[in-house]
């Protein structure tokens, strides 16, 4: 039996390592269900309203760190997943979408439930956004909608008509002109923070008497660098909101989260330090940070666009967080005797 595209885009999405698929069921995605169905992994995990969905498939990957998967149907069911997908564009967590829509041939005749999706999503999914038109094109939408969401850490959509899923797919892509092979492969990019620039935020570091760190989820991954540094600056340490999971809040430099719903240490440690860590945040809320010329700041983040964005930054270290802070460390050992030994953080 020939599959439909329906199952080769499920197939797809196992290649890809999803586990899950939260969605809604509805007439402009019954076949892909019954791909599913048929399947029996990804797992569909049916929600009672099409934003739940999208939610879900966010909070999957915050907590799974691996791209979520959301499908509803073309219309009503697309814009329901709107306010789910924002939340994974502001956050910043890799989803993919995907959408039915109404039979290709009737696209532009104002048919029932017919909606501008690639209007709708163009913002909240502005990486990618693409209709699947043809069995060809299914596979390498996909691959590129997946690809793109793990590059960018953002949300994704793949649109597709019901008579497309329901076509046949062709065992063997034909190699000629406009057929284009893909693969169901990324590789996590790797940045390594320049050496001047660590040299030039270990300058600073050794230099400060009272160093605060403001962790943010950016620094995932990096619980042990992150404590090998307070413990050597003899510095404190608060989050941001998102970055709350990031580190264990027994520890007794561990003053709590920052912000609006933050702790009275965290209020503290910001308003009395006068040399700011910021490893991986991008926290809004300035009023809690130290005012501006208070402190001296150093800020690490994969993303050089974020970097003095909040905070007026003293040194620049462009990289991955856990290899930004070894390197701090490494050159800390290497400079001088930094903070060791000064006395307890402010809290």
């Not at 879900?56 to 691996?66: E, L, Q």
């Amino acid at each position: 039996m020939t599959d439909l595209v329906a199952d080769a885009l499920v197939a797809r999405l196992r290649d890809w390592g999803a586990d899950r698929v939260f969605g809604y069921a509805g007439d402009g995605v019954n076949t892909l269900l019954g791909a599913l169905q048929r399947s029996g992994a990804p797992e569909f995990i049916s929600t009672r309203h099409e934003e739940l969905a999208a939610f879900m498939a966010c909070g999957h990957a915050k907590y799974t760190g691996r791209v979520g998967v959301c499908m509803a149907t073309q219309g009503p069911g697309a814009i329901h997943l709107l306010a789910g997908l924002y939340d994974a564009k502001l956050d910043k967590r890799p989803v993919v979408a995907v959408v039915g829509q109404v039979v290709s041939t009737a696209l532009g005749s104002g048919y029932l439930q017919e909606v501008d999706l690639h209007t709708l999503f163009k913002d909240v999914c502005g990486q990618y956004v693409q209709t699947v038109f043809a069995p060809e094109q299914a596979l390498m939408a996909l691959d590129n909608a997946m690809r793109t969401a793990i590059a960018t850490s953002t949300p994704t959509c793949l649109i597709i008509p019901h008579d497309v899923q329901q076509a046949e797919m062709p065992d063997e892509l034909a190699h000629s002109h406009g057929v284009v092979p893909s693969a169901a492969v990324s590789a996590p990019t790797r940045i390594t923070a320049p050496d001047d620039q660590i040299r030039s935020a270990a300058d600073i570091l050794n230099a400060g008497r009272r160093v605060a760190l403001l962790v943010g989820r950016g620094a995932a991954g990096a619980a042990d660098e992150i404590a090998r540094v307070v413990e050597t600056l003899g510095a404190g340490v608060t989050t941001s909101l998102l970055g709350k999971p990031v580190l264990d809040e027994g520890q007794p430099w561990h003053t709590g989260v920052m912000g609006h719903l933050g702790t009275t240490a965290s209020a503290e440690l910001m308003a009395n330090c006068d040399t700011l860590l910021i490893v991986g945040s991008n926290d809004p809320w300035t009023e809690f940070y130290p005012a501006p010329g208070q402190a001296k700041a150093v800020q690490i983040d994969i993303q050089p666009r974020v970097i003095g964005a909040k905070y007026p930054v003293d040194a620049p270290v462009v990289g991955q967080a856990a290899q930004a802070l070894s390197a701090l460390s490494a050159a800390r050992t290497q400079t001088g005797p930094g903070l060791a030994g000064a006395g307890p953080p402010v809290a």
